[in-house]
């Protein structure tokens, strides 16, 4: 079983910064990718970003130039800053590894980010 375990959400103002972290544990082995969904009030889950352990980085396209998605699978762990916060950005951000088969994937337990005045 692998676990995962989201920190450092909270409230923000719009503009400022927040930086989420995840750390895996468990029988992790293997760390193929890493990365974050978020979910806002009465909206489906949406993907926000991942990286690989090649390094590659993707990010949806609301977030971009904005957030910056890095990782130490040597210490299993992924972070996600956020810059210029924006309203629209307020979610819960679940942590996220995907496995084989996907229906294997691993969830974090989520953690609120709230972007307001």
């Known amino acids: 079983q692998v676990q995962l375990v989201e920190s450092g959400g909270g409230l923000v103002q719009p503009g400022g910064s927040l930086r989420l972290s995840c750390a895996a544990s468990g029988n992790v082995y293997t760390i193929h990718a890493m990365g974050w969904y978020r979910q806002a009030p009465g909206k489906e889950r949406e993907w926000v970003a991942t990286?690989?352990?090649?390094?590659?980085?993707s990010y949806t396209d609301s977030v971009k130039d904005r957030f910056t998605i890095s990782k130490d699978f040597d210490k299993n762990t992924v972070t996600l800053q956020m810059n210029s916060l924006r309203p629209e950005d307020t979610a819960v951000y679940y942590c996220?590894?995907?496995?084989?088969?996907?229906?294997?994937?691993?969830w974090g337990q989520g953690i609120q980010v709230t972007v307001s005045p």
């Open positions: 996220w590894m995907p496995r084989t088969p996907p229906a294997s994937a691993v």
């Open positions: 990286v690989t352990s090649f390094g590659t980085k």
